[in-house]
């Protein structure tokens, strides 16, 4: 027979579990040390907890949950890299490194674990050991879209772009759906000066993701380069109409019907452009572009 201590731990963790879905942190808190109250060992609700506490933004509250958990748990080594990620956004990275070390002690062919070194030697600027952290992780899983699209983006950040280019396309190989490596990929030709294959790279994103307002201002800036400025424009108040308050896209239509001259014939073109740089600059007063424009505006 069940404990009454038991059956109040359970009802008062299925009631934080409504409360963590509904969002509600402190009432999920709450409730969730009630049930470890009456029950220490109760490990899935000390666990919620501790993702409640980083939804808080109390890290230090986390890892004290998170440290429950591996000591109930020390051959488990999802609580590691829980527990590890509590110490990064407390920003002990020190901490975090050895304890998703601990984790591939306990489970070397956790690729969570793999990931998260990786993860780490990039955030600290380490892009060497992140390269080796995130071959380790491929050597787990060698079809892990992650772990291509991160290794990728390091070669990419290290500017080997062969390299770059290889890893972004063995991701897409893996999930022809990976939208994070098709745009980074179009972002990479568009940086070389490939246009052709940036444009049909940002297209094939638009395919998968039609509402992307970024996507169709990168595409606009291809065409923009192109010199077809008519498909630029469309691009860009496609952008603005998916987020209108998408600043870059703002300011690349503005620039871009500065510099049409057929633009500049129409009547009431300089209070229009005016208007929208003014909107620019209320978004963000450090706009250089959106000011350099408005100024040569203004003085002719």
Known sequence: MVETGEEEALSCFNKAQQY?????????????????SLRSDFVEAINNLGFVYLKQENYTAALIQFTKVSELEPGNPEAYNNLGYAYEMEG?????????????????SDLEAA????????????????EMRFKRALEIAPDSVEGHYCLASIY????????????????????????????AIGYLYASLGLLDKAAAQFSRVLELEPESAKVHNNLGSVWEEKRDLAKARQCYQRAIELDPLHEEAHTNLARLIYRDDQEKSKPGWKEE?????????????KNKTAREVLEKILGS
């Open 115 to 130: 990931l998260n070194l990786g993860f780490l030697a990039e955030k600290v600027g380490d892009y060497g050991e992140a």
């Open 20 to 36: 963590h879905t509904q969002a509600a942190w402190d009432k999920a808190a709450e409730a969730y040390e009630k049930a470890v």
């Open 273 to 285: 452009l005016t208007d929208r740089l003014n909107f620019i600059l209320a978004i963000n007063p």
């Open 156 to 183: 990419d950040q290290m500017d080997m772009f062969e390299e770059a280019e290889a890893e972004y396309l063995r991701a897409i190989e893996v999930d022809s759906t990976h939208t994070k490596s098709i745009f």
């Open 92 to 108: 002990l990275f020190g901490a975090a490194k050895q304890i998703y070390l601990r984790a591939l002690a306990v489970a070397p």
